[in-house]
């Protein structure tokens, strides 16, 4: 595991973020479809997506704006904006989009539907009470999801 990759595990996971529970929403999305999976099966394209250059810079992107507007250092109006989580922003979704479109367009609708839900750590990462930023982290872990669901999806199809 080189440098950046290692970094982008540690962020995630200083930030609250486990893989396993990244690997929950995967299960979340794709149990419907596969009434076999395992989440160990879930685990395993999550790290797959995780391994990915793209998705570590956008990890350690993302996160470094959370934390520098959770100190307040940016300008303004960036500081108000990505502090505020302002729904107008719309930069965080952009980025999480250059993860799902990895795996190719499926990955847009499952991005889109777990958005909407904000499941099990999304419901965490969007609750404004804990004094934390997650303006970033939270579209960057419904994309991980996603991508890790459609990655899961294609291969369930050509073993099938
Ligand atoms: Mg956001």
Redesign the pocket.
Known sequence: MDAVERAARNKLAERGVKSEDIADLVYFLQKKYHPNLKIEECLANVDRVLSKREVQNAILTGIHLDMAAEKGILDEPLQSIIET?ESLYGV??VMAFSIVNIYGSIGFTNYGYIDKEKPGILSFLNDKSTGMC???L??IVGAIAAAASSRLAHRARNTE
């Open positions: 989580d965080d979704e997650h303006t970033f939270d579209d």
